[in-house]
């Protein structure tokens, strides 16, 4: 199993341009979120998905968009990139078990410079 | 809102030894999770290990341990016998039993290794 895929590792955006990171997950796992993590800090949930369809607010949302059409895939759309956004950006997945600790699997991160 | 604090930005340890990395939290929650990450300079987020808030038995993961105190909301690591792999940011996060999709982190502790 590949586990959590992130694409594109690294990228440099000029402000104002616009772009998705890919993330996909072959673990068939229902939830799925993407952070971020600013030099020195630890993670803050952007977006999160519970399934395919279902999308909802984390803490940082704005200036971001997602889309959740598989169970497999959730991309994040950053439109009008600040360079606010400069960021590393981490996509992951859990699975839906009662009672379990809903452990998060991460992807590998994109870094992402906004000039 | 629940709060993880990590105090300690940068702590260091010579190899073999053993070190604490300290984690504390707020939360008005009886039942929760709380975990450590390890991030390497891979960037890529791992679990190091779990604790369920209604297990008064510490976790234990081979050379790594915890220190938990409920009362005192406090949560810490000791790695044992630490190697130079273990170099790493380290991250202590909370899970509410009530929220399954988000994490609460702390800022990390850079762990430095001596050989």
């Known amino acids: 199993n590949a586990g959590v895929t992130q694409t594109p590792k690294f990228r440099i955006l000029k402000i104002g341009q616009s772009m998705t990171l890919q993330c996909a997950q072959d673990?068939?796992?229902?939830?799925m979120y993407w952070y971020r993590q600013d030099p020195g800090m630890g993670l803050k949930l952007i977006y999160y998905?519970?399934?395919?369809?279902?999308?909802d607010k984390g803490e940082v949302p704005n200036g971001y968009n997602v889309s959740r059409s598989t169970t497999e895939d959730f991309p994040l759309r950053l439109e009008l990139a600040a360079p606010s956004q400069t960021s590393v950006y981490f996509c992951?997945?859990?699975?839906?078990?009662?009672?379990?600790?809903?452990?998060?699997?991460f992807g590998p991160g994109t870094r992402l410079t906004v000039t | 809102a629940q709060t993880v604090t990590q105090s300690q930005p940068e702590m260091s340890v010579q190899e073999a030894e053993t070190v604490t990395l300290s984690c504390t939290y707020d939360?008005?929650?009886?039942?929760?999770?709380l975990f450590w990450y390890k991030q390497p300079p891979s960037r890529q987020m791992i679990l190091v290990i779990r604790?369920?808030?209604?297990k008064q038995q510490n976790a234990t993961e081979n050379r790594f341990s915890v220190n938990f105190q409920k009362a005192a909301k406090s949560f810490s690591l000791k790695i044992s016998d630490s190697q130079l792999g273990d170099a790493a940011m380290y991250f202590c996060?909370?899970?509410?039993?009530?929220?399954?999709?988000?994490?609460?982190w702390g800022a990390g502790t850079k762990l430095i290794i001596k050989p």
């Open positions: 992951a997945s859990s699975a839906f078990i009662a009672g379990s600790s809903y452990e998060q699997y």
């Open positions: 673990m068939n796992h229902n939830y």
């Open positions: 998905s519970v399934g395919a369809g279902i999308t």
């Open positions: 939360t008005s929650e009886s039942d929760y999770y």
């Open positions: 604790q369920e808030a209604y």
């Open positions: 996060a909370y899970r509410s039993m009530d929220s399954n999709y988000q994490l609460i």
